[in-house]
């Protein structure tokens, strides 16, 4: 049993649920977001609550019960309040600076690397300061990650890219004798 997907999701009074077959469209004051499920799981909306069960009881549809649970309350929330996440750029040369629809950053190659924002987010850079936001929970949290996999923060000196509140461990470095 899913702790995630018996619980009832709560529909807030601006947003708007639709279901059409396996597509559930939610618009709300920030954007519309779709998505497709599987029969596996059977989705009902009613007077402002939205109630999952799974149609049998088989191991996959039990995985997917608490899974589309989450996602239904990221599409919620994500319509009414954005998703954001900021990144930190630490090092001497380390850079990121916007290009029209791209993001080009400077991490220390012998090349530059150049990122299109995908449709949807919105990036703001001040200093080192990274800033991605959006209605789409995944959406934000992938492109985050595909710049802070460019350049992770190494342990020594702390250079890199890191989340904003992400603690790197710090190692001690080579002792003179």
């Excluded at 702790?3 to 009832?8: N, T």
């Excluded at 929970?137 to 904003?164: D, M, N, Q």
Aim: aromatic share 8%; charged share 30%; glycine share 10%.
């Amino acid at each position: 049993m899913s702790r995630i997907g018996k619980k009832p999701i709560i529909i807030p009074k601006d947003t708007e649920v639709k279901k059409e077959g396996g597509l559930i469209t939610i618009k709300g004051p920030k954007g519309e977001l779709s998505r497709m499920f599987r029969p596996e799981i059977d989705i009902k909306i009613n007077d402002g609550v939205i109630i999952l069960e799974a149609t049998n009881n088989s191991k996959f549809a039990q995985s997917l019960w608490g899974t589309y649970g989450s996602h239904l309350s990221n599409m919620i929330s994500g319509v009414n309040n954005l998703f954001e996440k900021k990144l930190i750029i630490e090092g001497v040369g380390y850079k990121a600076e916007m290009a029209s629809d791209k993001i080009v950053c400077s991490f220390g190659f012998s090349h530059k690397i150049e990122l299109d924002i995908p449709k949807g987010l919105t990036v703001d850079m001040k200093k080192n300061v990274v800033s991605i936001s959006g209605i789409d929970k995944e959406i934000v949290g992938g492109f985050a990650a595909k710049i802070r996999s460019y350049k992770k923060p190494e342990p020594y000196k702390g250079k890199g890219v890191r989340y904003e509140n992400e603690f790197v461990r710090r190692k001690e470095g080579k002792k003179s004798t």
